[in-house]
């Protein structure tokens, strides 16, 4: 039979964690991108199962633990094979845009309980960029195979991107009010750095090269206007935002060589 379609090889792997501690689910979920099919873990401790259990529930998508022994198990990828890459990567730049957007309003309306409950976007983030890599290293690019690496990186820079709102969250969720307040000026800064997000996933999906120069030329200056702030007295929350500003800001500017190498 000559096909134009090819069918993806399954993979076997072995993978003993009875020394890796809380780099067991960083371990399980390396393999699931790398593209492993079937993957026997061995350990010393029967409590790791609970370890592995928790870790499968949450980015491996069709990761299931089928056998179990003492000193064993056996974890296979029962989901079928990845195909749709563009709507999964589609998903993941509208919930950056959804996190971003929401992070903004939060702050300008001082409601920072919402966070609380936006950071849970995270782990969304977290199961489509790890589709989307797995996917990248078992068919390739649909692009081509010259796009699987600056695709990679690519999707590697949105999760962290996703990581940073996570953590601004995190930080912001329990800020009392009525004891801290955020000036115009900082949350002026907060808000130019995430029109970025948006910004360039417009580029992504049609590249312009005016938002392109935008971005590196407006990234500068978040940066710049982050130092003259920093220069003030400023208490501890505005001293966050100013940091994450400035992280968002070259987070993104740091996605732009992946955007020219896929789109130009």
Known sequence: VV????????ESSELDVTNLGAMIPRSVSALYKRGIDSLQITFNDPSIVSILHEALAKDTVGFEMLEQGANFCVIKHVGGAPTEFDSVLRRTFLLLNT???????????????LLQNLAFLEEANNRFTTTCMRYLNKRGAPEGFNKIGPAYHLIEE??????KYKYICQHF?????????????VLDLFEKANKLVR????????????????????????IESAH?????????????????????????????????????
């Open 99 to 113: 996190m971003s957007d929401e992070c903004v309003s939060a702050f300008k309306k001082e409601n920072y309980a």
């Open 158 to 163: 949105l999760e962290q991107l996703a990581d």
């Open 3 to 10: 096909s134009v379609e090819t069918t993806p090889i399954v």
């Open 173 to 185: 969720s329990k800020l009392d009010k009525s004891k801290v307040k955020l000036r115009k000026d």
């Open 228 to 264: 003259d702030l920093l220069k003030k007295n400023v208490n501890y929350a505005e001293y966050w935002l100013i940091h994450h500003s400035i992280n968002i800001a070259q987070q993104v500017f740091d996605m732009i060589d992946s955007l020219l190498v896929l789109k130009l």
């Open 199 to 222: 910004i360039y996933s417009e580029s992504f999906y049609k590249l312009d090269n005016e938002k392109v120069v935008f971005i590196k030329e407006e990234r500068n200056t978040v």
